[in-house]
């Protein structure tokens, strides 16, 4: 997206917000990552207070993330609402340990409960979200049900949600984004911010996504976070595998969890490659891991995208 003209970009996105929501109002789902951040600032030029911007507690956020945003957002007066939803969706991932199933019961609790609740609530009839090119080529491709693809999966949102779906960043990809996200004026903290993808922590658990596991892989995402900030990789996560291994803890065999950190270099994660971390860190990491219950393996993943994708589900 070198060549386009961001601020052009902006000013265009903001006139289209306001002509297709009129006199009306819209609702937008705030994750705090660099898409859903710079559609919230959009949304907020074009609509004012016209615009509710929610932040929903799926159970499957990182450490501290629900807090952070509420916060960052309020000192750039922009008010976020958190919605409590995390019941809603350990409820629908129960039982289930099949990928792509995993991911509808994402979607469908998002937009056909969950969206379709607080537009009834707030009497809005637009959802603004942030789906980026990538996000539309790869479901289109059929490698993955990204779980904010509605149209080009051939859902019509308004017949089967009741509201309509604007989708502002639908022609850019990541480094686009973040270039738009830095003429918002939008701080480091946030355009800089690493990937992290809309069904949040489920992509990093195969297998079963219950509160015990989320749990693990929370604690170890704050762990490799804390790590690999300072370097400058595209995206650095743990995960957690559904097999297990024998291990020994305090002289008893125990058949521990194993989880995986995955460490990529990469522009717009169309392709990656895997970072060369140094064994220091490694190190690091995989001591303050194997503190965790239950733990006692970790791995380094060597492999680039293609073959594999860079989330686990
Ligand atoms: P994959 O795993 O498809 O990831 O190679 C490519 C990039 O997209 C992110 N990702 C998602 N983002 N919704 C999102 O908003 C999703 O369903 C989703 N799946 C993957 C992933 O973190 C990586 O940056």
Not at 54 to 64: C, K, Q, S, T, V
Not at 87 to 112: H, M, N
Not at 194 to 217: H, N, S
Request: glycine share 8%; charged share 30%.
């Amino acid at each position: 997206m070198g060549s386009i003209d961001h601020d052009r970009f902006i000013e265009e996105q903001v006139q289209e917000i306001v002509r297709a929501v009129g006199a009306g109002k819209a609702i937008n789902a705030l994750s705090g990552g660099v898409d859903s951040s710079v559609v919230t600032v959009l949304g907020h030029r074009a609509l004012k207070d016209r615009l509710v911007t929610y932040f929903i507690d799926n159970a499957l956020m990182r450490e501290g993330e629900p807090e952070r945003v509420v916060k960052d957002f309020g000192k750039m007066g922009i008010p976020v609402e958190r919605v409590d939803a995390r019941k809603e969706f350990l409820e629908a991932l129960r039982g289930l340990t099949d990928p792509e199933e995993k991911r509808q019961a994402i979607t469908d609790t998002f937009y056909a409960k969950v969206f379709s609740r607080l537009v009834a609530e707030s009497g809005a009839r637009f959802l603004l979200h942030g789906t980026i090119l990538t996000d539309i080529e790869e479901t289109v491709a059929g490698i993955k049900r990204q779980h904010n693809i509605l149209a080009q999966v051939g859902i019509d949102p308004e017949k089967e949600y009741g509201y309509q779906v604007l989708e502002p960043l639908k022609t850019l990809r990541k480094d686009g984004v973040r270039e738009v996200a830095r003429r918002l004026g939008l701080p480091p903290t946030i355009t800089e911010r690493i990937p992290f993808p809309g069904p949040a922590l489920a992509t990093r658990i195969v297998g079963e996504v219950t509160e015990e596991r989320l749990q693990t892989v929370r604690r170890a995402t704050t762990i490799v976070e804390d790590a690999l900030q300072g370097t400058a990789a595209f995206q650095y996560f743990a995960v957690l595998l559904q097999d297990r291994a024998t291990g020994i803890r305090e002289g008893r065999r125990e058949f521990g969890q194993i989880i995986v950190i995955r460490c990529i270099e990469s522009t717009d994660a169309r392709i990656a490659a895997m970072t060369e971390l140094p064994w220091a860190i490694l190190h690091g990491m995989t001591e303050e891991i194997l503190k965790i219950p239950g733990v006692n393996r970790v791995l380094y993943d060597l492999t680039p995208k293609p073959p594999a994708t860079v989330e686990y589900i």
